[in-house]
């Protein structure tokens, strides 16, 4: 079975295109979150649930080749799964703030402020001003930088998340 191992990086772009499928759906519940309401409580036990999701990509793997892949397939594995998940949901992402709703960043900045307005926090009207202020400034990201953080933050967290799942699933035992 060793010498037929399928290449850590094939397992993890397998599984990144299903979990690029999965962040496609908890992007779009989430940029609908403040019209459907249902759609934020879909998106927030998205997030909840990668965790789970990833778990189960990287034991499966574990379990496939009988409990022989090292700590560092099983990360790497993982942070090849986020990557090229992060890239199809980008894609997604892109298109939808560059092509369908050309004016989604600036109107979540425009209800950022309305919020913090209207909020009772003392520095409330300060963070309202500093938005406005990089409105006018012309300082809000377009929709490819913000993808790019996007995917940046995907990946540094995903690696992280990887190390814990990696131990985890290499302490339990295979049955």
Same mark, same amino acid.
């Given at each position: 079975?060793?010498?037929?191992?399928?290449?850590?990086?094939?397992?993890?772009?397998?599984?990144?295109?299903?979990?690029?499928?999965?962040?496609?759906?908890?992007?779009?519940?989430?940029?609908?979150?403040?019209?459907?309401?249902?759609?934020?409580?879909?998106?927030?036990?998205?997030?909840?649930?990668?965790?789970?999701?990833?778990?189960?990509?990287?034991?499966?793997?574990?379990?496939?080749?009988?409990?022989?892949?090292?700590?560092?397939?099983?990360?790497?594995?993982?942070?090849?799964?986020?990557?090229?998940?992060?890239?199809?949901?980008?894609?997604? $992402?892109? #298109?939808?703030?560059?092509? @369908?709703?050309?004016?989604? %960043?600036? !109107?979540?900045?425009?209800?950022? =402020?309305?919020?913090?307005?209207?909020?009772?926090?003392?520095?409330?009207?300060?963070? $309202?001003? #500093?938005?406005?202020?990089? @409105?006018?400034?012309?300082? %809000?990201? !377009?929709?490819?930088?913000?993808? =790019?953080?996007?995917?940046?933050?995907?990946?540094?967290?995903?690696?992280?998340?990887?190390?814990?799942?990696?131990?985890?699933?290499?302490?339990?035992?295979?049955?």
């Amino acid at each position: 079975m060793a010498e037929l191992k399928m290449s850590v990086y094939k397992r993890g772009g397998d599984d990144g295109f299903v979990f690029g499928i999965y962040l496609v759906v908890m992007f779009f519940a989430t940029a609908y979150s403040m019209t459907i309401p249902f759609a934020g409580l879909m998106s927030t036990m998205m997030m909840l649930a990668v965790p789970v999701v990833m778990y189960r990509f990287l034991r499966r793997s574990y379990v496939a080749f009988d409990g022989k892949l090292t700590f560092s397939e099983l990360w790497l594995q993982g942070i090849v799964t986020v990557f090229c998940g992060g890239l199809i949901a980008g894609l997604a $992402a892109v #298109v939808f703030m560059r092509w @369908i709703q050309p004016d989604y %960043i600036i !109107s979540q900045a425009n209800a950022a =402020i309305k919020i913090w307005e209207e909020s009772e926090l003392p520095q409330g009207q300060e963070m $309202a001003d #500093v938005l406005r202020k990089a @409105i006018e400034q012309k300082m %809000i990201p !377009s929709s490819i930088e913000l993808v =790019i953080e996007m995917l940046w933050l995907q990946v540094f967290s995903g690696s992280l998340l990887s190390i814990v799942l990696s131990l985890i699933i290499r302490a339990i035992k295979i049955k």
